[in-house]
């Protein structure tokens, strides 16, 4: 039972349409089951990203850290309107992305974060959030910043994003950016995979998650940039 100051403490909620979950194929052949997470994953997700925090590395450190406290937000209640979408192969957590409704006409992005590099995964995953906030949530934008320079040619130059100077994003730092409904569905037939609806046994593999090898995914996230310097 909550009691009344928690129950003040609780952000006011708007009506969210679900995500309907979807299935990719990457381009090394295994097969990305794209769904929303629940509250109850929370914590899977936070064991995840924990290592991250600490990783100087293509700002994981900043972006792991950011999502971490949003997450847990999400979970203390203490987000209003939040999402959270994950990428699973074989039942294992490959990236996370994050957002909410501003109100119901306005989105805002929040994270990106790839586990498993190299498969343009955190892309899926972005057009996927995108995908959300535009056909499944009706919204007519979404505000978007980058905090990496791979984030910025993936968001801001791959679709392209329009200038939107004048709305200051809610993560601070620069300006936001801005998917509309236009550019969204001028850049879908490039950018947005996937197929619906997921097979019975695909989607039973995706629970639970299981959150990668520590090890593993450190080597491979360095590897991976080392090979881009």
């Not at 679900?18 to 629940?38: C, D, F, Q, W």
């Not at 990236?95 to 992005?109: A, L, P, Q």
């Not at 996927?128 to 535009?134: F, L, R």
């Not at 090898?213 to 090979?227: N, P, S, V």
């Amino acid at each position: 039972m909550m009691d009344h100051l928690e129950a003040m403490l609780r952000p006011p909620k708007l009506d969210m349409a679900p995500y309907p979950a979807k299935h990719i194929l990457l381009a090394n052949g295994e097969t990305m089951v794209v769904r929303s997470a629940s509250l109850d994953e929370v914590d899977v997700l936070l064991d995840a990203i924990d290592p991250l925090r600490t990783l100087d590395r293509d700002f994981y450190d900043v972006v792991g850290a950011r999502l971490y406290a949003e997450l847990l937000g999400w979970k203390r209640h203490r987000v209003r309107n939040e999402y959270c979408l994950v990428g699973v192969i074989d039942g294992e957590l490959a990236g996370i992305v994050n957002g909410r409704m501003f109100d119901e006409k306005h989105g805002i992005s929040y994270h990106t974060l790839t586990l498993k590099r190299g498969l343009r995964i955190g892309a899926h995953l972005f057009a996927s959030k995108m995908e959300h906030h535009i056909e499944y949530l009706g919204q007519d934008e979404v505000w978007i910043v980058a905090e990496s320079p791979i984030g910025h040619r993936r968001w801001m130059i791959e679709y392209p994003l329009q200038q939107k100077f004048s709305i200051q994003h809610e993560l601070g730092g620069a300006p936001s950016w801005v998917l509309t409904r236009e550019t969204y569905f001028k850049a879908k037939s490039r950018l947005v995979s996937g197929a619906r609806p997921v097979p019975a046994h695909l989607l039973e593999k995706s629970y639970p998650i299981r959150k990668p090898d520590l090890r593993t995914m450190l080597i491979q996230i360095g590897e991976t940039l080392e090979a881009k310097l």
